[in-house]
């Protein structure tokens, strides 16, 4: 919980003017968050010209009001009933909706209670609402990284033949929470040999053998802000084309690292680590998009694609992650988070990113 409470009410001021919809209804649970400090898994923001409105059941009645000030907090036992005595006693036509996360049940359930109130999609994309930054977020994200880095850095002596993918992503996971993470950014990705060939592999019952690649993709959540990072490792001495492929996908990794900066756009960014990948031969091989955003979600705005043309801003945080990968042979992938900024960028993580012989 934030000891400055008034940056909530900057960020519904600034929903307010872009939204330019006078009464919104905010029902994904990562933006309520964000704009509140709640951080209950059910509920509503109901915002008006003159007052937030954050509505819950039960079960968060006392969570709601340690977590957020300056709002009113209702109690409802049917959320979409609530929602639509509030609009009536509003004596309002419509209210803009975010369209991208509500399902068709969720949503007829609401057009069915708010009988004289249309649902209006707000045009605004409520997407790029967390893009960028405040400071104390960066150091939430910051915090995040740090955790995660070093509970790989005290574990990768783990890493030997003989021991199985599931060994390594639990033990993981578990000294991550010791080391002080809510919880884990996302399923982590331990895969090694031929399984580091699969982008999102899971981990299995596959031992470790020598002269494995293994491809570790982690992150840690603090405070509800999370962090992401791949990091590669050879168990024995790689050979001359693993090392080749590893300083290629490195070499794009840095190019386009060194490229971010305020005003270029994504898919530039996409394009100057994919290009020089075609270079090598090895295009045809990088399978993903280049990097994403990072903030209260591991993967939100902006999304660094060959088909988007969204400006970078200072302020955002975004991976930097391409691969290279051969269908059951190998595969690799660096990934690291950097702090967008004027005129350049911040590398967040700072292991080593250089290809770890163990």
Request: hydrophobic share 40%; charged share 25%.
């Amino acid at each position: 919980m934030r000891d400055d409470r008034s940056v909530y009410t900057k960020r519904i001021d600034h929903l307010r003017r872009i939204a330019e919809i006078d009464h919104v209804l905010i029902l994904n649970g990562t933006n309520i968050r964000y704009l509140t400090g709640f951080s209950g898994g059910e509920g509503a923001l109901l915002i008006t010209p003159d007052q937030v409105h954050l509505l819950v059941d039960g079960r968060y009645t006392t969570q709601a009001s340690q977590e957020t000030t300056d709002l009113k907090i209702i109690e409802f036992q049917n959320k979409a009933d609530a929602i639509s005595s509030l609009l009536h006693n509003e004596k309002v036509d419509f209210v803009g909706f975010e369209e991208s996360f509500i399902t068709l049940g969720e949503y007829q359930k609401l057009k069915d209670a708010l009988s004289g109130v249309a649902l209006k999609p707000m045009s605004v994309r409520l997407d790029w609402l967390r893009a960028v930054k405040d400071a104390a977020e960066i150091t939430e994200i910051k915090n995040a990284i740090r955790i995660a880095e070093n509970t790989l850095t005290d574990l990768k002596n783990l890493i030997k033949p003989g021991i199985r993918e599931t060994e390594i992503a639990v033990e993981l996971d578990y000294q991550m929470r010791r080391a002080g993470a809510e919880r884990i950014s996302f399923d982590t990705i331990v895969a090694t040999g031929p399984n580091t060939a699969l982008p999102h592999a899971t981990p299995g019952n596959r031992r470790v053998e020598a002269g494995d690649f293994v491809l570790i993709d982690y992150g840690a959540v603090f405070n509800g802000y999370h962090s992401d990072q791949t990091r590669m490792f050879c168990v024995g001495t790689p050979s001359d084309r693993q090392q080749e492929v590893y300083q290629a996908v490195l070499d794009a990794h840095d190019r386009a690292i060194a490229a971010i900066r305020e005003g270029v756009t994504c898919k530039e960014i996409d394009g100057i680590a994919r290009s020089f990948l075609e270079e090598k031969g090895l295009g045809k091989y990088f399978s993903h998009g280049t990097g994403h955003g990072v903030g209260l979600e591991v993967h939100e705005a902006p999304t660094l694609s060959r088909a988007k043309d969204d400006k970078l801003q200072s302020g955002m945080v975004v991976t930097v992650e391409p691969g290279v990968y051969f269908p059951e042979v190998w595969g690799i992938r660096i990934e690291d988070m950097v702090l967008v900024g004027k005129d350049g960028c911040e590398m967040l993580t700072a292991m080593p990113n250089g290809l770890v012989e163990l």
